[in-house]
T-cell receptor, first 110, second 114 residues
């Protein structure tokens, strides 16, 4: 079946450091791929998405590229801020079946 | 502003009691979903509905029930048959028209056992 695997956390970085959170997926055909962010006590918010191979999704300085050849959708940001501290979820949707990774907790220290 | 409203934010259940979590959306979405989130785990699908008066079981439906009598509303009942109900419950919706449509989430209900 369809599934998502993302790097285990927690991840702790200093402010202005470079961020990478790895995400790989298993799916038949061509799923749509998403990154969501969850702040404490809240629901998930869409961060970015990509719907076909080689698409790059971007938002608020975050980027991720849909790599069909490596079945990956890694999240990157060049310079993180304290306000980026949250849990990040990678997800895919295929035939209206959405699957989420386990989430990666990011803490950014001043 | 359009969005999804979940209530209550916190809920406590006594032994043998059924409790109902509310989910309302004003996004005019056809599809609605209920997820359970446990610490350190991803979201697991409980039930989903693609259209009014129809719903399907997700991966962990045992001990839960739902109804979809109105497009805007998708309440979840946690029954006494659910032996480990302590979790964070999230409701979501989307247009249901394709894989490229992201889900929109409410702010969740945290259920605990008294």
């Amino acid at each position: 079946g369809n599934s998502v695997t993302q790097m285990e956390g927690p991840v702790t970085l200093s402010e202005e450091a470079f961020l990478t959170i790895n995400c790989t997926y298993t799916a038949t055909g061509y799923p749509s791929l998403f990154w969501y962010v969850q702040y404490p006590g809240e629901g998930l918010q869409l961060l970015l998405k990509a719907t076909k191979a080689d698409d790059k999704g971007s938002n608020k300085g975050f980027e991720a590229t849909y790599r069909k050849e490596t079945t990956s959708f890694h999240l990157e940001k060049g310079s993180v801020q304290v306000s980026d501290s949250a849990v990040y979820f990678c997800a895919l949707s295929r035939n209206n079946d959405m699957r989420f990774g386990a989430g990666t907790r990011l803490t950014v220290k001043p | 502003d359009g969005g999804i409203t979940q209530s209550p934010k916190y809920l406590f259940r006594k032994e043998g009691q059924n409790v109902t979590l509310s989910c309302e959306q004003n996004l005019n979405h056809d599809a609605m979903y209920w997820y359970r989130q446990d610490p350190g785990q991803g979201l697991r699908l409980i039930y989903y509905s693609q259209i009014v008066n129809d719903f399907q079981k997700g991966d962990i439906a045992e001990g839960y029930s739902v109804s979809r009598e109105k497009k805007e509303s998708f309440p979840l009942t946690v029954t006494s048959a659910q032996k480990n109900p302590t979790a964070f419950y999230l409701c979501a919706s989307n247009s249901g028209t394709g894989d490229n449509q992201p889900q929109h989430f409410g702010d969740g209900t945290r259920l605990s056992i008294l």
